[in-house]
C-alpha cells in the first residue's frame, strides 16, 4: 500500500488528468451537438466522479496504515468495499457501493482523516440525480435498445446537476479538510 503523501499526489493528478478530460468533453459537446458528443461528456462524467472518489477511497487506506486507529476495522473494510462472509468467517466478499453511498462514505472518512466531520449536502436537489445519473451510465454501458443510447434533456440534465454537486461538495470538503490543517498548525 501507498503512503498518503503520495496517494494524495495521485489523487491529485488524477483528479487534474479527469478534470481537463471532462472540460475538452464539455467544450466537445457544446462545439458538436451530436449524441455522440453527449455520450462522450457523459461517460467522461462517470469516470471523473467514479475515479476521483476511488482516488479518494486509496488516500484513506493509506491513511489507516500510516496513522494507526484513524479507522475502525468496520471502516476499513467499508473503504475496501469487502464484508465478511454469511458466517462472520476472515474471508472477504467484494462488495462495491452503489455510487451515491460511495461518495458519502468517503467524503466522511477523508474528513475523518483530517479529524474532522463532513456530511455533504444531500438535502440538495442534485443529490437525487446522481440516481438518474447512475441509471444513464447503466443504460450506455449496457444498452438494451437504442433509446438507451440517446441523451435527451432530462438525461443531460441530470448528469450537468450531478457533476455539479459532486464538484461543490468536493470543493467544500477540501476546504474544510484545509481549515482543519491549519487549524491543527498554529
Not at 494524495?8 to 493528478?13: A, D, G
Not at 462495491?96 to 456530511?119: D, G, N, W, Y
Not at 450506455?140 to 461543490?168: C, Q, R
Amino acid at each position: 500500500m501507498q503512503n498518503v503523501e503520495t496517494a494524495i499526489m495521485n489523487m491529485r493528478k488524477f483528479q487534474s488528468l479527469m478534470s481537463d478530460d471532462f472540460e475538452k468533453a464539455k467544450e466537445f459537446a457544446r462545439a458538436d451537438l451530436s449524441q455522440f458528443s453527449m455520450r462522450t461528456l457523459f461517460r467522461t462524467s462517470v469516470t471523473y466522479l467514479e475515479g476521483v472518489t476511488y482516488q479518494l477511497r486509496l488516500v484513506c487506506l493509506a491513511a489507516s496504515e500510516d496513522i494507526p486507529g484513524v479507522f475502525t476495522s468496520k471502516q476499513i473494510l467499508e473503504l475496501k468495499q469487502v464484508k465478511p462472509d454469511k458466517n462472520g468467517d476472515t474471508t472477504e466478499k467484494v462488495h462495491f457501493q452503489k455510487l451515491r453511498p460511495s461518495i458519502v462514505l468517503t467524503f466522511s472518512m477523508f474528513a475523518k482523516m483530517h479529524t474532522i466531520e463532513f456530511k455533504p449536502d444531500t438535502d440538495d436537489h442534485r443529490y437525487g440525480s446522481l440516481k438518474e445519473f447512475m441509471d444513464v451510465r447503466h443504460s450506455l454501458m449496457h444498452p438494451k435498445s437504442l433509446d438507451d443510447l440517446e441523451i435527451n434533456s432530462k438525461k443531460n440534465k441530470a448528469g450537468i446537476e450531478a457533476v455539479s454537486w459532486f464538484n461543490e461538495n468536493l470543493k467544500a470538503l477540501f476546504r474544510a479538510c484545509e481549515l482543519a490543517e491549519k487549524e491543527v498548525r498554529v
